[in-house]
């Protein structure tokens, strides 16, 4: 029962509404009350807000939410849809988390993000939600790279990685095989730009931004050298395979084998350059396969894939990229959002969703499905550029540590610095933002 005070002082505030406000005030009070009496059948769905760049989100909206909403008819996807840069997507969740309870529920992360993320204690541990055997149904790379500290914060949607796109027909034309190591790569650029009317030998993304920085992992990785280890935060960007990976990179310049512009591309730049047909090699991402492979393209059905090369003393390695699902600690909803991860991450989600978005899976079986392979032929071949990842460095001070990096690599290639003076910077710098001001801190940090 109400008040009588209450009821009171509502009559005085109904004597000063106007009929057509008194109206809508009966209804709202009508409503409030159905509701309270009958919640059952008048309980609003749940909504989960998922922020993601407006690219991404058309894809999502015409598919996988729409059969996600009809079999789980108490959950709502709310897409926001957010900045096409993904650094812009990276802040705006950030300025949430730090401000306070984000919006957020589900959180769409890149690969990169998921250490801080967990760092700062704004993702919920999903370790114990999923078995080690269903995620060994996903690439490995892929689940390690959202993994922090032992602990899983995301289970990967979809993958992405650095691949190395060739001029298959070029190649047979001449004699060659596909190259297996840099020297191999070197030669057959300078061979095949004498005899053919290809202008260049080897495209890759110079610019100082963070596709420098997936593209240069790859490279060192091939001269066996390494960024950071995550386990001890030991630094090796001073060390002499890290200046023979800038070598290389820099030789492919004042030889011809790259553009000398090559230092202010990003991927368009180099994609529109293959796909010209002005070079024989292409460091890239998936998303260029059904670009270059259009009818209207000049390279048409002549290219082919395989990991990046590598010397002698290295091994070959595709830079991870890719977007998973993780749960915001602030969600006031997180058994919903568990669902809709397991729906989005599902093997039948992500058929769909690769099949009308043409994203590449994180599911292993997936490269190899009949139903995929028929549409994408050069998926199972792409297995094994992911099955060769490797992971930009899983610290929580990624994006400071890749500023630095960024800085000092585009000094080095364009000559404003040496290697060696350029690496050595990056690694005091590096090793005073992880708290290692010295290499013999490491083994007592440990």
């Known amino acids: 029962m109400l008040d009588l005070q209450v009821v009171n002082e509502l009559k005085k505030i109904l004597q000063n509404l106007n009929f057509r406000v008194f109206a809508i005030f009966i209804i709202v009070v009508f409503g409030m009350i159905t509701f309270s009496l009958h919640p059952a059948q008048t309980q609003e769905p749940v909504t989960l807000n998922l922020l993601m760049t407006a690219p991404d989100a058309e894809p999502w909206k015409q598919g996988i939410i729409k059969d996600f909403e009809a079999k789980n008819p108490g959950i709502r996807i709310n897409i926001i849809e957010g900045p096409n840069a993904t650094n812009l997507l990276e802040d705006l969740y950030t300025s949430a988390f730090i401000l306070g309870d984000s919006p957020y529920d589900l959180i769409n992360m890149d690969v990169i ?23 060994a149904a ?45 020297d191999d790569l ?15 030998g080897y495209v890759w993304q110079g610019k100082q931004y963070e596709g420098l920085a997936a593209m240069f992992v790859e490279i060192l990785e091939g001269f066996g050298g390494y960024w950071v280890n995550p386990e001890t935060l030991e630094v090796g960007l001073d060390k002499a395979e ?56 000049p390279i048409d059905g002549k290219i082919a894939i395989k990991p990046m090369v590598h010397s002698n003393s290295g091994s070959s390695g595709a830079c991870l990229g890719g977007w998973a699902l993780g749960i915001s600690k602030s969600s006031k909803h997180p058994e919903e959002a568990w669902k809709a991860i397991k729906y989005f991450t599902s093997e039948e989600a992500q058929r769909k969703f690769i099949l009308e978005a043409g994203f590449v899976p994180s599911r292993r079986s997936l490269f190899l499905d009949p139903q995929i392979v028929a549409k994408y032929p050069h998926y199972p071949e792409l297995l094994k550029v992911v099955d060769q990842a490797v992971l930009r460095p899983p610290i929580a001070q990624y994006a400071q540590a890749s500023d630095i990096l960024q800085r000092y690599l585009s000094a080095a290639l364009t000559n404003r610095m040496t290697p060696e003076a350029a690496m050595k910077n990056a690694a005091s710098e590096t090793r005073q933002l992880l708290g290692r001001g010295n290499k013999s801190q490491v083994a007592s940090n440990k």
Do not use: C, H
């Open 113 to 135: 993000w998921t250490p801080k993320f967990a760092a700062a204690n704004w993702l919920l541990d999903l370790t114990d939600k999923i078995t080690e055997e269903e995620l």
């Open 186 to 200: 070197v030669k057959i650029s300078q061979s095949l730009q004498e005899k053919t009317n290809v202008k260049w």
């Open 242 to 297: 890290t200046v023979q990976a800038i070598e290389f990179l820099k030789s492919t310049i004042p030889s011809g084998i790259s553009p000398p512009g090559v230092t202010t591309y990003q991927e368009e730049e180099t994609r529109q350059i293959f796909q010209n047909g002005e070079s024989v090699f292409l460091r890239n991402w998936p998303y260029v396969w059904p670009l270059a492979n259009k009818e209207s393209s």
């Open 138 to 182: 996903f690439s490995k790379k892929d689940v390690e790279g959202r993994r922090y500290k032992g602990k899983l914060y995301a289970i990967p949607m979809r993958s992405d990685v650095g691949m190395l796109y060739y001029r298959e027909d070029l190649l047979k034309e001449a004699g060659f095989n596909p190259p297996e190591n840099f």
